[in-house]
């Protein structure tokens, strides 16, 4: 006996991401995380006291940086892996599967009804 599904995939890509992460948002991940070792905390040393300096006509700006880990760094990827679990560990009903790869989501919903495909689409997006 066969079943019939019907498959919907959403691809989904944060823009900016790696420029958006928040390092509050890193730093509380980690702490839920439990992840206390010399490693972790060298990582979230890199995120303290950060300054970003600029020359302008008017002299040297200084400011405090919150934000962001450049693409092509060594600790970005796993500023961003360690931010993105959250939602990688969510419970999603069944029918609904979550992959990632650095930025990229694609959502893979399954169903054997447009109905039930539409609220698990609902579901997996937050729309209800």
Partial sequence: MSKNFILLLMSLDISGAFDSLQYPSIRDRFASLSLFSNISETLLDILRNRKVAMQTSEGPVLWEQTQGCPQGSCSGPAFWNITADEILSVQWPQGVHLQA????????????????????????????
């Fill in 101 to 128: 790869f650095a930025d990229d989501f694609a959502f893979i919903v399954t169903d054997n009804t447009r109905e039930g495909l539409q609220k698990a689409q609902q579901i997996s997006t937050g729309q209800v």
